[in-house]
């Protein structure tokens, strides 16, 4: 059984900043299975990105996704408050832990 | 565009049953798989099952297999998820998703979500 870990637990940071999430794998994955949803609070998720790299349909270039392998990243260029946000990464039947970005 | 949208949760005693609905809409919903998934209050996400296009294969997570049952009737465009045997643990919100590939692939990777109906297993 794969078991994604998501890192940090909690981003607090400033409008504008830059963060990057990580998403370990347990095991070697395929990246053509590994997404990225982001929920707002009182929301469901929302995809953002698939296949380790594919932004979903309109979802802002300010988001990044990367990796390989067992080790994957999102990227969050110049943060607006609208990413206030749990951020999950996720393959086939498992997903992450969570990621929880605050802007300050 | 892309509509799901999630029934019939409520409050059931422990050990019952319930049946919650997904209506779909703007997409072929006879050529994607489809999932039912969940999140209990404060918690993260939990992938429960999987239907093929046609209805003709079936997926579940451990922990609801042999309790849960999903179906899909593709001429009403409608998905379900008929729960028995129902817990405590089982308290959650319960979301249906289209599955992004179509036609007969299948990626586990879910495009699009309903905004969900929640479901309480209490005495």
């Known amino acids: 059984e794969i078991v994604l870990t998501q890192s940090p637990a909690t981003l607090a940071l400033s409008p504008g900043e830059g963060a990057t999430l990580s998403c370990r794998a347990s095991?070697?994955?395929?990246?053509?299975?590994l997404a990225w949803y982001q929920q707002k609070r009182g929301q469901p998720p929302r995809l953002l990105i698939h296949g380790a790299s594919n932004r979903a349909a309109g979802m802002p270039d300010r988001f990044t996704g990367s990796g390989s392998g067992t080790d994957f990243t999102l990227t969050i260029s110049r943060l607006e408050p609208e990413d206030c946000a749990v951020y999950y990464c996720?393959?086939?039947?498992?997903f992450g832990g969570g990621t929880r970005v605050e802007i300050q | 565009q892309v509509q799901l949208v999630e029934s019939g949760g409520g409050v059931v005693q422990p050990g019952g049953s319930m049946t919650i609905s997904c209506a779909t809409s703007?997409?072929?919903?006879?050529?994607?798989?489809m999932h039912w998934l969940r999140q209990a209050p404060g918690k993260g996400l939990e992938w429960l099952a999987f239907i093929r296009f046609d209805g003709s294969n079936e997926k579940y997570e451990d922990s609801v297999k042999g309790r849960f049952t999903i179906s899909r009737d593709n001429s009403k465009k409608t998905l379900k998820l008929q729960m028995s045997s129902l817990r405590t643990e089982d308290t959650a919100m319960y979301y249906c998703?289209?599955?992004?590939?179509?036609?007969?692939?299948?990626?586990?990777?879910?495009?699009?979500w309903g905004q969900g109906t929640m479901v309480t297993v209490s005495s």
């Open positions: 703007g997409f072929p919903f006879s050529s994607y798989g």
């Open positions: 095991q070697t994955i395929s990246s053509m299975y």
């Open positions: 998703a289209k599955d992004l590939r179509g036609g007969g692939t299948y990626s586990y990777t879910f495009e699009m």
């Open positions: 996720q393959h086939s039947v498992t």
